[in-house]
């Protein structure tokens, strides 16, 4: 069960992006990291990348201790933006091309174009582009639409991003998840709009419906950040891992935003236990260039070799929580 995992304290969860609805990318990314060792999938709110998760695990054929995550978020939530580009604007310096973790951006003849399916909203495109040819645009769903046949598909957990100050519309939503009744919530959340304090009261808030150790809160540090393998990329991760560890709350949490192969032994170092990690930007790096191969799943080798660095990421958590 997934408590299981969660109450050892070495669980990896791969975070294949809340705005990645790319499928072939989703089912290679979760045959990859199941074979691994990964437990559990965070994925869009899109049925067709819930069946491809599904697919990836079939093709992995390990179905023990392998669980499914939906993550939704609300206006105002990085996760659900997309990027787009005027094309009036645009000079083709490629700069945004170049800088997009997800080569998500596409050239075309005359200008370059963003490839939706495939963009989470990191906004790294937007900093880089110098005629500010670039917007964010929030792409929003409808729950009571979208949610029902994913539940019904099969999954094991929702996630909420509640990341924005409008603490009305985050009740409400969260109401609504609630009633959708998964065997587990998780709340995704950082201090982008919120202090400590006004972060905490509106989780307690939150649990007050749900019961004890029925909900993951997901510790994100810095959103989408996680490209590099320091220390100091994932020093805020753990920082506010921190803040809910010493709140003493009834969850299980989870380190993200900003984590890597690093971010077990930090928070070891630093008397943070949690239940476990979340690797989204860092995990899907190391893999990218395996994963983007269009012989990938005839070429037995190239499998091989993705498959030994995605291990070596995944035996990162259980190899320092052993430590210690």
Known sequence: MLADILKCGNCFKLVCGAGNEDVEEVEKLVYLYSKAGCNIFDLSANLDIVRAAKKGLERSGINIDR?????????????????EITQDLCTKCDKCKKICPQGAIVED?????VKSKRCIGCGKCLTACPKKAINLVAKEIDLKKVIPPIIEEGIDCLEFHALIENEIEVMDKWQLLNEFCPEFLSICVDR??????????RVKKMLAVR???????QA??????????????TLQAVAMAEVFQDANLPVYILISGGTNS???????QCGIMPSGVAIGSYARKIVKEFILREDFWT????????LCVAKTLVDSVSLYYNSF
């Open 211 to 217: 019961k004890p150790y029925t909900t993951i809160i």
């Open 192 to 201: 982008s709009k919120l202090g400590n304090e006004k972060l905490l009261n």
């Open 67 to 83: 669980y499914l995550c939906v993550s939704v978020g609300i206006k105002g939530d990085p996760h659900i933006n997309k990027a």
């Open 262 to 268: 690093k971010t077990m032994k930090l928070a070891h």
């Open 109 to 113: 003849i005359k200008t370059n174009y």
């Open 220 to 233: 994100d540090g810095a959103p989408m950040s996680g490209g590099c393998d320091d220390y100091k990329t």
């Open 299 to 306: 070429n037995k080798n190239i499998q091989e070799e993705a």
